[in-house]
């Protein structure tokens, strides 16, 4: 494999978006026959290199040379006569249309009349011989994310793609979903395809990679043999720095039930059952992490919790106090704080000002209301205040949050949940989308609220996340609580099973 | 009532109905491709006055129903170019354009009000289908015009549903990102689906003026683009429920008339309503019924696609 040529070569490659250079004269080059994996941290522009390779970027600079011969894209339509096919993080599905209508959107043949049935009986063929089950008949949106992600790798086996770029894949997939979808890699690699793997999680690149190129701050900082290289090494390249040890979770006393639920019901956006008696309770100082593949009803627990979503059935106490299907002003009040998934979307009021979202959920209340009028001063030393204790880096107080970084909006979410100093935390995803160093410093937070004695709900997708903070662990499957292990006695090899639906014998919350 | 009655008002339903039918086809064009034109009342006008203007010119009705169809379609380019290229608000470049078309339409056509069309769409019987008791005078002893839109809603149908480009054009309106990284391009496609609904908008006005009327008048087509753009979402998108949809509205129309002519103690201005009443309850019904489903039309509905968008 060593002496493989290039399958495809990026030379010096430039693209500048206003205010960021996303890459500065990057090179890169795969092999046909090899895992690469690209690795670094959340923009270090790892996305706009691979998405001029998929023609969607135009490249201010640089040169694309594919089988040896120079290349212009000028369009993914481009990328994919040359070969290059794509999966993104966000899948490019169309729900509503079925497999075989996904995989054969934007070719060329057949010419006007779909043959579903033949169509459908070739994607099948093709779908087996690289070991993909899946139904072409079947409509997108009623397969699971992992089934969706082997749609996506059919449509490019389809199109004829020689070199296969991935985006994080296994950001959505339980353990034994992405040992799958290793073994489906190495077949493609086996094959003759350059498979070019997207990622920041060292522990996969060490699992699955044959080479290594790291990205920092839109520059290439190099290409590494896996043998030899390890992981201490591949995350000094990736951060530039020596990462500090992790913040260790500290076994503080356990005080009175703060969150209690009893086989709560609720329903999803579609009206279908999304929690199935969810039944679960957290104690002062301790946090509890939710497991689970996105999807599977968590987004609906943290909005049953902070009164956004209509409980069906069961009951919702917080401190002792009844407030099933109260309303979210109600549970404020009660002390809990919630960090949605949704920054911009529900967290934050993307188009006003810092000084106005700091004060969302304190303007009913003196000082900063004087009767039916606010006190700007009032509203002005708070945010100031806040702004400086989180070193939320903003220009100004009046800059409309939309124009914040993922890791200054996180912090400044998370300064007005904290300093409103609450019994119960709801945070969701806290940490997606941040680099190591915002990760870090939300995670500090939360341990420190939790030292303070607040309970913490925490949902992630990242098991090591929920593993390394949590007290117990609680994993969702279908919108019931497949089991809740103490963190020091859980496996990831366990966790993955319950993610999938496999019951432990009983254990209750 | 008996049957003449029936039969007549029946008929009727399917003549009123059909303007409003090849609006809605031409806006579930625009819509499947993402792109919502609130312009269709201007469009309309403008077809009817310019193919009115055609036919009057050139004694040809259909010169005058290409010139409709045309000048639809010019239109809908202005309010493609708005929205695509420029990515302008879609609720607020297809008002413009109504309030645009209605002036526009007033205004050309001053010197046309009052003169009759020198030669329409006339009513053609069908051989043997036309002999039919009950359907043959309904449906098929209409004009040319009525059984085109015959033609056009399987055609559009199995346009949408069993074609290479109907796949693209349904793409384009549900996911323009996932279908532009298939390489299908989501700017040319919304660019001619939404001046073909133009052109679709043109024939339905040109029915009115050469067809229905047959005269020109101002302000001619009544509200009738609003209630083929409400059809659009009773129908879900879909050619076939749109005919259907298209004749209950005609349906109610007629009957305003006829129980007008039957002398009944109603004031004319309430049967006037009903159609605009209609509207608003099937509307209500529709969305509820369409919510329940979760059927909610094409996913990117009324979105500027920016390609390099961050």
Known sequence: MKDEPNLVEMRDITKGFPGVLANDRVSFAARAGEIHALLGENGAGKSTLMSILTGLYRPDEGEIIVAGRRIELHSPRDAIRNGIGMVYQHFRLIPPFSVAENVILGLDAPRFLLNMPEIEKKVAALSESYGLRVDPKVKVWQLS??????????????????????DEPTAVLTPQETRELFLTLRRMAGNGHAVIFITHKLHEVMEVADRITVLRGGRSVGTVEKKDTNPASLARMMVGREIPPAPSRSEGPRGEKILELQAVQAMSDKGLPALRGVSLTIRAGELLGIAGVSGNGQKELAEVVTGLRPVQAGRLYIKGKDLTNRSPKEIIEAGVSHVPEDRLGTGLIPNLGVLENVILKEYRRPPISRGPLLDRRAARERSEDLVRDFQVKVAYLDL????????????????????????????????????IGATETVHNLLLQQKARGAAILLISEDLEEILHLSDRVAVMYEGEIQGVLPSSEARLEEIGLLMAGMKKEATTA | MDQMLLISILAAAVTSGTPILYAALGEILAERSGVLNLGLEGMMLVGAVSGFMAAVKTSNPWLGLMVAALAGGVLALIHAFLTINLRANQVVSGLALTIFGTGLSGFLGKPLIGIPAPQTFKPVTIPLLGKIPLLGPILFQQDYLVYLSYLLVPILWFYLYRTRPGLHLRAVGENPAAADAMGVGVFSLRYLYVAVGGMLAGIGGAYLSLAYAPTWLENMTAGRGWIAIALVIFSMWDP?????????????????????????????????????????????????????RGAAGPGALGLPYDREER
């Open chain 1, 400 to 435: 409309p949050v939309k124009l914040l970084s993922g890791g200054n909006l996180q912090r400044l979410l998370l300064a007005r949940e904290i300093s409103a100093a609450p019994s119960l935390i709801v945070a969701v995803y806290p940490v997606r989308g941040l680099d």
């Open chain 2, 240 to 292: 076939v429920r749109a005919l259907l949809g298209s004749y209950l509205f005609g349906g109610v129309d007629a009957l305003g008339f006829r129980i007008q002519a039957v002398g009944a103690m109603i004031p004319s201005f309430f049967l006037n309503m009903l159609p605009y009443i209609f509207t608003i309850l099937v509307l209500i019904l529709a969305t509820r019924e369409g919510s329940r």
């Open chain 1, 145 to 166: 994310v992992g089934e969706q992600q082997r749609v996506e790798i059919v449509k490019m086996l389809y199109r004829g793609a020689r070199i296969l770029i991935l």
